[in-house]
Protein backbone atom coordinates (compact mmCIF):
# COMPACT_ATOMS: atom_id res chain seq x y z
CA UNK A 1 0.00 0.00 0.00
CA UNK A 2 1.26 3.43 -0.89
CA UNK A 3 2.04 5.85 2.10
CA UNK A 4 3.78 9.62 1.45
CA UNK A 5 4.98 11.21 4.38
CA UNK A 6 5.79 14.78 4.71
CA UNK A 7 7.83 16.34 6.99
CA UNK A 8 9.54 19.76 7.09
CA UNK A 9 7.12 22.44 7.58
CA UNK A 10 7.19 24.76 10.30
CA UNK A 11 7.09 29.29 10.77
CA UNK A 12 9.15 31.35 8.73
CA UNK A 13 9.83 34.91 8.31
CA UNK A 14 8.72 36.02 4.91
CA UNK A 15 12.39 35.68 2.91
CA UNK A 16 13.01 32.91 4.29
CA UNK A 17 13.68 29.31 3.44
CA UNK A 18 11.97 25.68 4.40
CA UNK A 19 12.94 22.43 2.60
CA UNK A 20 10.24 19.97 2.82
CA UNK A 21 10.17 16.19 2.31
CA UNK A 22 8.08 13.39 1.37
CA UNK A 23 9.51 9.72 2.28
CA UNK A 24 7.45 7.27 -0.26
CA UNK A 25 6.70 3.33 0.70
CA UNK A 26 4.90 0.89 -1.21
CA UNK A 27 5.52 2.76 -4.35
CA UNK A 28 8.77 3.40 -6.22
CA UNK A 29 9.01 7.62 -7.14
CA UNK A 30 11.23 7.74 -9.91
CA UNK A 31 8.65 5.33 -11.60
CA UNK A 32 5.88 7.63 -11.07
CA UNK A 33 4.59 11.13 -12.03
CA UNK A 34 4.98 13.04 -8.50
CA UNK A 35 3.66 16.57 -7.40
CA UNK A 36 3.41 18.86 -4.33
CA UNK A 37 0.17 20.66 -3.46
CA UNK A 38 -0.78 23.33 -1.01
CA UNK A 39 -4.03 24.50 0.60
CA UNK A 40 -4.82 27.62 2.15
CA UNK A 41 -7.44 28.09 4.95
CA UNK A 42 -10.48 28.58 2.94
CA UNK A 43 -9.05 28.09 -0.29
CA UNK A 44 -9.25 25.26 -2.37
CA UNK A 45 -6.04 22.93 -2.90
CA UNK A 46 -4.20 23.86 -5.38
CA UNK A 47 -0.97 22.68 -7.30
CA UNK A 48 2.31 23.52 -6.40
CA UNK A 49 4.48 21.52 -8.62
CA UNK A 50 5.47 18.00 -10.23
CA UNK A 51 7.99 15.97 -11.30
CA UNK A 52 7.41 13.15 -13.73
CA UNK A 53 8.98 10.03 -13.94
CA UNK A 54 11.49 11.15 -16.94
CA UNK A 55 12.95 13.68 -14.04
CA UNK A 56 11.36 16.45 -16.49
CA UNK A 57 9.40 19.29 -13.71
CA UNK A 58 6.48 21.76 -14.11
CA UNK A 59 5.78 24.89 -11.73
CA UNK A 60 3.02 26.99 -10.88
CA UNK A 61 3.53 30.15 -12.10
CA UNK A 62 3.13 31.85 -8.49
CA UNK A 63 5.79 29.78 -7.38
CA UNK A 64 8.39 29.49 -10.44
CA UNK A 65 11.46 30.36 -9.60
CA UNK A 66 11.43 30.37 -6.51
CA UNK A 67 10.74 26.68 -5.33
CA UNK A 68 12.18 23.95 -6.95
CA UNK A 69 10.72 20.10 -6.84
CA UNK A 70 13.67 17.68 -6.57
CA UNK A 71 13.96 13.92 -5.73
CA UNK A 72 16.54 11.51 -4.42
CA UNK A 73 15.81 8.12 -5.99
CA UNK A 74 18.12 6.42 -3.51
CA UNK A 75 15.61 7.40 -0.31
CA UNK A 76 13.13 7.20 -2.59
CA UNK A 77 12.22 10.36 -1.32
CA UNK A 78 10.93 13.39 -3.07
CA UNK A 79 11.41 17.00 -2.06
CA UNK A 80 10.50 20.80 -2.48
CA UNK A 81 13.07 23.44 -1.81
CA UNK A 82 11.27 26.95 -0.83
CA UNK A 83 13.16 30.00 -1.17
CA UNK A 84 12.25 33.63 -1.12
CA UNK A 85 8.88 32.56 1.21
CA UNK A 86 6.04 35.06 1.24
CA UNK A 87 2.67 35.18 3.56
CA UNK A 88 0.67 34.23 0.81
CA UNK A 89 2.72 30.70 0.80
CA UNK A 90 1.08 29.75 3.79
CA UNK A 91 -1.04 26.79 3.41
CA UNK A 92 -0.42 23.16 4.59
CA UNK A 93 1.35 21.24 1.53
CA UNK A 94 0.84 18.13 0.34
CA UNK A 95 2.56 15.68 -1.32
CA UNK A 96 0.98 13.59 -4.19
CA UNK A 97 1.27 10.39 -6.49
CA UNK A 98 -0.61 11.56 -9.65
CA UNK A 99 0.12 8.39 -11.87
CA UNK A 100 -1.58 5.05 -12.04
CA UNK A 101 -3.55 6.16 -8.96
CA UNK A 102 -3.67 8.97 -6.86
CA UNK A 103 -2.45 9.33 -3.57
CA UNK A 104 -1.93 11.77 -1.16
CA UNK A 105 0.15 12.26 1.70
CA UNK A 106 -1.28 13.71 5.32
CA UNK A 107 0.18 17.23 4.70
CA UNK A 108 2.38 19.89 6.82
CA UNK A 109 2.01 22.86 7.71
CA UNK A 110 3.96 26.01 6.31
CA UNK A 111 3.49 29.83 7.96
CA UNK A 112 5.08 32.46 6.63
CA UNK A 113 4.95 35.55 8.86
CA UNK A 114 5.56 39.27 7.38
Same mark, same amino acid.
Given at each position: ?6 ? @? ?12 ? !? /? ?8 ? /??? =? +? ?20 ? +?????? @??? &? ?9 ? +? ?9 ? &????? !? ?6 ? +? =??? @? ?7
Amino acid at each position: QVQLVES @GGGLVQTGGSLRLS !C /AASGTIISQN /AMA =W +YRQAPGKQREFVAQITSGGNTN +YADSVK @GRF &TISRENAKNTM +YLQMNSLKPED &TAVYY !CAKIMGGV +Y =WGQ @GTQVTVSS
